[in-house]
């Protein structure tokens, strides 16, 4: 078991996102160089009930480790009995229990985001998977429910309830995704606490990560949406912020295939070749239209659209045979 404290700095993490990081893209990442990963959130109430479909997304290859697995719930109870079924079926390197969650079917079961308006609660859920597993717990919230500044007495009491490390997407869950990121507000909690504070939100590439960090002083940076086809950028962030041995060359367009194929037959390992329809959500991230620019002989609106449609192994190969031939 390791310790949040002790783990070099500054940490480099893979944010957890529903539908996307799980196996076969946190593989990915783990191969390219992205040093701890958060899988998917998965429902502790599933967890316990005995849910195959769910407990089996939180099964762990070892080639991802350290992997943190997030739980999403309310009941402290609950909770605490999935972290110790995760624990002894997956040993996962430590529990994160999602408190940041915006999203309206997971914030009106009172779940999510929604803990940060029962401060009592969600010191009950830390303390109860505090005694009922041994790996580091930790916690990923935002700034406040409405107003910012909430996070400043959140944090002290998640701290006091005995999180080992804590994660801060810098919006409120009023703000959702839009607008930008008070990385300002996080380096205030930083000065107010003492366990390791990781920073999430509009971090997107070295320049980003080595502001973000300037300004919070944050002990590291999670990536969610600026990963997703982009699995190279936390090499950048590693060059930009000069972490030791750390050599990072641009992919280049062969490289982007050549990743797109192993994340497909990793999809088709895991889940069989059905499982190439869950990817669609992915390729469209890898052929963005930015690289038009750098590639104008690509017709990349006409290449993501067939990317959408494809249900089978070859027929993905077939496409991308044509684009680098």
């Not at 997956?90 to 309206?104: H, L, R, Y």
């Not at 839009?178 to 939100?201: D, F």
């Not at 086809?229 to 590693?238: Q, R, Y």
Request: proline letters at 5%; hydrophobic letters at 40%.
């Amino acid at each position: 078991m390791f310790d949040w404290r002790k783990v070099p700095k500054p940490i480099l993490a893979l944010a957890p996102m529903a539908d996307m990081t799980d196996q076969p893209f946190c593989r990915i990442c783990k191969e390219v160089g992205v040093p701890y990963i958060w899988r998917e959130m998965v429902s502790a109430e599933a967890i316990v009930r005995g849910n195959l479909k769910t407990r089996a997304m939180t099964e762990i290859s070892d080639l991802e480790r350290p992997v943190i697995q997030q739980l999403f719930g309310n009941d402290p109870a609950k909770l605490a009995e999935a972290a110790r079924i995760v624990e002894e079926l997956q040993k996962p390197d430590g529990i994160d229990i999602n408190m940041g969650c915006p999203v309206k079917k997971i914030t009106e079961n009172f779940d999510g985001s929604s803990l940060m308006r029962d401060p009592v609660r969600a010191a009950d859920i830390v303390k109860a998977l505090k005694s009922a597993v041994k790996v580091p717990v930790t916690v990923k919230t935002r700034l406040g429910w409405s107003k910012d500044d909430e996070i400043l007495e959140f944090s002290k009491i998640i701290e006091s309830a005995g999180a080992d490390l804590i994660t801060i997407h810098g919006r409120t869950k009023e703000q959702g995704y839009t607008g930008v990121a008070n990385w300002g507000r996080i380096g205030e909690v930083k000065e107010l606490i003492s366990i390791p504070v990781i920073l999430n939100g509009d971090v997107v590439d070295g320049e980003t990560a080595r502001r973000a960090l300037e300004i919070s002083n944050a002990d590291g940076v999670m990536l969610g949406r600026g990963a997703l086809g982009n699995p190279w950028v936390f090499g950048e962030i590693a060059s930009a912020l000069q972490v030791r041995g750390t050599r990072y060359e641009v992919p280049d367009f062969s490289d982007r295939i050549s990743v797109v194929l192993r994340h497909a037959r990793y999809q088709v390992e895991r889940y069989g070749e059905q499982g190439l329809v869950k990817l669609r959500k992915h390729l469209p991230f890898y052929f963005k239209k930015e690289l038009k620019t750098e590639y104008p002989q690509i017709d990349f609106t006409d290449l993501r659209s067939k990317l959408v449609r494809i249900t089978t192994l070859s027929e993905l190969e077939e496409i991308l045979k044509k684009l680098s031939s």
